[in-house]
């Protein structure tokens, strides 16, 4: 449960402000079809956030040592600070759909293509490497996703003029420090 929970979490609040939230807004005002955005953001994300769970919890049980565990924590505390640069989109590139392809397709390849290298796929290696719960993760950050982004497409522009991005983004950017800083203090034996 507490993969679960840690997952949701820090991925809702990490994806405030983020360029696929921006993508999510930018799909829904083009395309203004709620529901095949909706559902092409949750078929990319579980696909992404599937793969880099297992990617995470791979790396993780090959690599034991404490030096490995060690990084996995700095790379949270890495995340706080990358979580505080706003991402932007280029709203004056033309978004269409690639030839034949209807809205359902062009969310669902635009958002798995945008989320490559995105720090919320970063935090779902980082996750999956800290939890051994590789379906629990997946859920939780997928989770975490949907809550951020479902109310981007169905509330759009009213919604980002009204939600104050920043104090989001240090809010998530705090939770993924703790969890950096708290598994440090595990490793070295100061919360037992």
Partial sequence: MEALLTS??????????????????LLATRFRKPVPIILGILIAT????????LLGHSIAGILT???????????FIAMAAWTLVPDTIDEDEPLK?????????????????V?????????TIALGARFDNLLAVTMGTTLGMMVAN??????????????????????????FLILGLWMI????????
Avoid: C
């Avoid at 759909?97 to 293509?113: E, H, K, Q, R």
């Avoid at 989320?115 to 935090?123: C, R, Y």
């Avoid at 109310?151 to 240090?170: D, H, I, S, Y």
């Fill in 8 to 25: 949701s979490a820090l991925v809702a609040l990490a994806e405030m402000g983020d360029k696929t939230q921006l993508l999510a807004m």
């Fill in 185 to 192: 203090a595990d490793l070295q034996g100061w919360l037992r």
């Fill in 65 to 75: 040592q404490g030096w490995f565990r060690y990084a996995v924590a700095i790379s």
């Fill in 97 to 113: 759909a690639p030839s034949g392809a209807g809205v359902f397709m062009t969310t669902l390849i635009a958002f798995f293509l």
């Fill in 46 to 53: 579980l696909a992404n956030h599937f793969l880099a769970a």
């Fill in 150 to 175: 479902v109310p981007a497409v169905l509330f759009g522009e009213a919604l980002a003029k009204k939600v104050p991005m920043r104090t989001l983004q240090v809010g998530a950017a705090l939770l």
């Fill in 115 to 123: 989320e490559m290298g995105d720090k919320t796929q970063v935090a």
